[in-house]
């Protein structure tokens, strides 16, 4: 059943916020803390307790009160620009790095909110059914069906202003970033493998970060370390978003929900650890074809070979809080790593010039 079609309460000693709640909601949210929704933000996120209350719903469509997950939307477009200034046949400035790191920060945040948002509208049915999104604004009825749809369509044309400061060709991609999005919200109906499909979104951002500086990715010298890298961000994607899943595998196997985390629960470290070992072994391909310096391999190679060894060797998977930790550092500390190469390896060129070497800057 649809949100626009249930009976909403108007019982007036409510809040603004609970009057939306539907029929029966107090049956499925688990405590009373969680019924009233202001109340369990304003002991949470300084941020929302401060907003008017029916601006409370929206700002949770944007998972503003959970800034952990913008970092998988930010980071790729990061990784992006890195690979597209060590690879550029003319480097670009660092004023020039700078303002697109803040311009795709901005567009980042309407993109993630229009993704979660479309994702939530579509989920609504399944989000009632699991303990952790049961509360979410759409399922518990704080917002309809209708409104997030305009929602999702406000935050997709908030990004224009941003993108016509970017090549024309960064429009293009853009769009069929959010198609990709849109679409994904269905494949954990279809597919076992939602999480693979999650990655090619993300993944393309390394597409407009390139393209942002005029860097033509598809080029013969650099199509097979785009497709590269774009397949370690998918890795990346599939690895930090299984371990997230596993918080909520026992309401999605009753409420049918796919997942890579459903498909493979009794041996999900075991393939976790072998699609980081492909995820490294990507990596070190990259920085060899690119003949990039041993700062790179340093950084990025070993950084992130590190951290995810132990990030998998630490995580209970039957532990949600545990799984929560592990996204969050997987993609925020795991994205600093995938970066960080790329980055050092143009500082590196900028200070000492295009043709560095690092064995000779240490021995002289």
């Not at 994702?119 to 979410?136: E, I, K, L, P, S």
């Not at 598809?218 to 785009?226: G, K, M, V, Y």
């Not at 998918?234 to 899943?245: E, F, K, R």
């Not at 969050?328 to 295009?354: H, K, N």
Request: with cysteine.
């Amino acid at each position: 059943m649809s949100t626009g079609s249930q009976v909403l309460t108007q019982d007036p000693l409510l809040s603004p916020t609970e009057r939306f709640l539907p029929k029966g909601i107090k049956e499925v949210l688990p405590s009373p803390e969680l019924a009233n929704p202001i109340s369990a933000l304003n002991s949470q996120n300084g941020l929302l307790s401060r907003m008017p209350a029916s601006c409370v719903p929206f700002a949770q469509l944007m998972r503003l009160d959970k800034p952990a997950g913008f970092w998988p939307y930010y980071m790729p477009s990061l990784l992006g620009l890195g690979y597209g200034a060590c690879t550029a046949q003319s480097a670009p400035s660092p004023g020039v790095l700078f303002s697109l790191c803040g311009l795709f920060y901005a567009y980042c945040f309407f993109l993630r909110g229009a993704a979660c948002c479309w994702n939530d509208t579509m989920d609504q049915d399944f989000d009632r059914q699991v303990g952790r999104t049961r509360n979410r604004p759409i399922a518990r009825g704080a917002v309809t069906t209708t409104q997030a749809h305009l929602f999702t369509a406000a935050c997709v044309l908030a990004q224009g202003p941003f993108l016509m400061m970017l090549p024309l060709v960064c429009t293009y991609h853009a769009i069929f970033m959010n198609v990709l999005f849109g679409v994904y919200a269905l494949m954990k109906r279809v597919t076992y493998y939602p999480q693979v499909f999650l990655g090619f979104p993300f993944a393309w951002s390394i597409f407009i970060g390139c393209a942002s500086l005029g860097v033509d990715f598809a080029s013969n010298d650099r199509i097979f370390l785009t497709t590269m890298l774009f397949t370690v961000v998918v890795l990346w994607t599939v690895i930090c978003d299984t371990v997230y899943a596993h918080q909520d595998i026992k309401d999605d196997v009753k409420a049918g929900v796919k997942s890579v985390a459903v498909r493979f629960a009794d041996s999900t470290k075991e393939l976790l650890s072998m699609l980081v070992f492909f995820l490294v072994a990507l990596l070190l391909g990259i920085g060899s074809l690119a003949h990039l310096s041993a700062l790179y391999f340093m950084f990025t190679c070993c950084g992130s070979a590190a951290l995810f060894i132990m990030l998998l060797a630490k995580v209970d998977l039957k532990e949600p809080a545990s799984c929560a930790s592990f996204f969050y550092a997987g993609f925020f500390y795991g994205g600093l790593s995938l970066v960080s190469g790329f980055a050092i390896e143009y500082a590196a060129r900028e200070i000492c010039g295009e043709n560095f070497d690092l064995e000779q800057a240490l021995l002289s």
